[in-house]
């Protein structure tokens, strides 16, 4: 679920990243006209992951439900 405009980084371990160093990120999803982000990456067993919301534009309002789901065939 998302409101507004928000973009998604994805960080390796318990800190923030720049855009540079991000394993992954998303701006709009790509769903028709959507502005909400969705990124999808694999994750190790043991690693942490950082998980960094934001508005498109400094200060912009947003609303952004990050979620996890185990990859297909997984427990």
Known sequence: ???GNPVMRI????????AENAIA???DSGCGTSTCSR???????????????GGYEAGQPY????????????N
């Open 1 to 3: 679920f998302c409101g």
């Open 39 to 53: 990124v999808t990456f694999t994750c190790s067993m043991y690693g942490r992951y950082t998980v960094l919301t």
């Open 25 to 27: 990120a998303n701006d």
């Open 11 to 18: 960080c390796n371990g318990d800190l923030p990243c720049t």
């Open 63 to 74: 609303t952004c439900i990050a979620a996890a789901s185990p990859a297909f065939g997984q």
